[in-house]
């Protein structure tokens, strides 16, 4: 099946000079990207909370395993403990255990020497005190175990308290994060929701206006198809004959121009009902006669146009001889006609490569031909050379 | 010069010269009181280990840098060699990952050791670093961005105090 050639009307429409499309554009544009930039507002909304909220919890919980995941205060406790057991051990004064202790004594003077607790815990200044004095003591031997693991139970006690207070400084700083990022929660989730409504109904408004666009361009199609036909034998019409011309430019074309001969009298013979029954009984025997690939124009009161894909000009002669035998074929009567005949045509054909320049001298010269036929006494046909 | 030695010559000069006599023993004493432990660091890159003298590494040290040291709150001039540096001596070239461990053995395997920001630091306002001042070796920045808060000492536990040991992982 050979695919159907575009009407005058289609080329029309696909031509760059159309624009109604054009003029609407920028309305869908204005919907579409706030739609989109609504869509993308979302996206950034849920990367920020990727990118940004989930480090900050775990820079909160996920402690464990580096320098502050055990508080400082805990661990020099722990090596102050370690100080005392090896004081109380059973001989807390040889080289080795000496050496020990005070690297327990150093370790935990070092964890506690910081500049937050000394800030906020008075206990702090007078324990690394006792620390550094008492590691010095235990150096030179003046002092005994007992009485250097009674003394360590002062900076003991002061580490216990920052340890405690410390803990319920945390406490309190992970329930207000915790409050923060439920607030913050909500209110990412409620912004998100609005986001993505607004992101939807500007589709929906979006949708609204294509499909408003696309009913006010199929009305604009209509009303130009209504246009380029001929409203009574609903064929085309003179403009729509240009149009194609210009839409096949570059191929071979016939153009067959026809004329009812004696029409006028038909008409007063008959009455014009009747001579327009006779119109459209017409257009439709040149639609059988030509087949398909013609397309068919009114020109104006009884002059007929067809236009067909053509190669050379005996093809046109046949398809005016196949005219005129549909013609007679068809017997139709004309009551008023001098010569006593039925219904006759002038045919006047030409072929030509359809190009914008072409076409006015291709229908001159079918107008000729037709002209001529006419002279001659009707009822015949004649094909230009000189297409 | 050990301490046997210094006790002879002071008691040579004592007689003709008391109060410098009395000098060089305190300063005698002041020398016995340093701690003669964590002055060492160990270097292990597979089954070779190497120990390195912590009073070596302060004679090459040659980078003087001023830092906000949050954990004291000030300012502090920090004395030591750039790390990166030191490990291409070192191992020849920066390992992937180095696994550190402490003298209060707190142990952590980090990366991203090719920031010549890292300062491997050896003294502090002119002393050298001890256990006591976290030391005897400190990893710190030379330089960190207005964005971190030194009221958050969480935002600095990439700190790397009292190394002892460092071992580079392939």
Known sequence: MTPKAPTPLQSTLSSPAYSPVKRKKRRYVTWLSLSLMSFMALMVVIVYEARWVYPEIQ????????????????????YLQGAQQQLLGEQPFEA????????????????????????NYSCTAPSLQTINALSDRIYRGTVTSVDAASELLEPIDCLTRIEMSQLDLRGMAINAFSESTRRHNQVVTYSSMVIFALGLLFWVMHERQLRRAERATEQTLAWMERAMRDPLT???????????????????????????????????????????QLLRCLASLLKDVLGEQATLYRLGGDEFAALLPCQNDSLLGD????????????????PAHPDNKGVTLSIGAVRFDAREDAFPLAYSEADKALYRVKSAGRDGYEVSLKG | MNAASSV?????????????????????????????????????????KKTLSINDLRQKSDITQTVFDPYQGREVEMRGLEFRRFLIDQFGDVPPALR???????????????????????EEDGKPLSLRSRGPLRLVEQAYDDQRDVEKLREFNDWIWMIRSIEAKW
């Open chain 2, 100 to 122: 550190f461990t402490a003298w209060d053995d707190y142990e952590v395997t980090l990366g991203g050791w090719h920031d010549p920001n890292w300062l491997l630091v050896t």
């Open chain 1, 319 to 334: 398809y005016c001889d196949r005219l005129t035998s549909g013609l007679r074929g068809a017997d139709l009567q004309h």
């Open chain 1, 59 to 78: 820079a909160y919980f996920s402690q464990t395993g580096n320098l502050t995941g055990q508080q400082l205060a805990t661990r020099s406790r722990g």
């Open chain 2, 8 to 48: 002879f010559s002071i008691r040579l000069y004592a007689k003709k010269h008391p109060k410098l006599s009395i000098t060089c023993v305190l300063l005698l004493l002041s020398w016995l009181s340093v701690p003669a432990y964590a002055q060492a660091l160990s270097m292990i890159n597979g089954d070779a």
């Open chain 1, 96 to 119: 080795d255990s000496i050496q020990t202790i005070r690297i327990n004594l150093d370790l935990a003077y070092g964890l506690l020497d910081v500049e937050v607790y000394r800030q």
């Open chain 1, 234 to 276: 609903g064929i085309g019409n003179r403009s729509a004959l240009q149009q194609e011309v210009m839409a096949k430019e570059g191929t071979s074309l016939a153009l067959i121009l026809v004329d009812i001969d004696f029409f006028k009298q038909y008409n007063d013979s008959m009455g014009h009902p009747e001579g327009d």
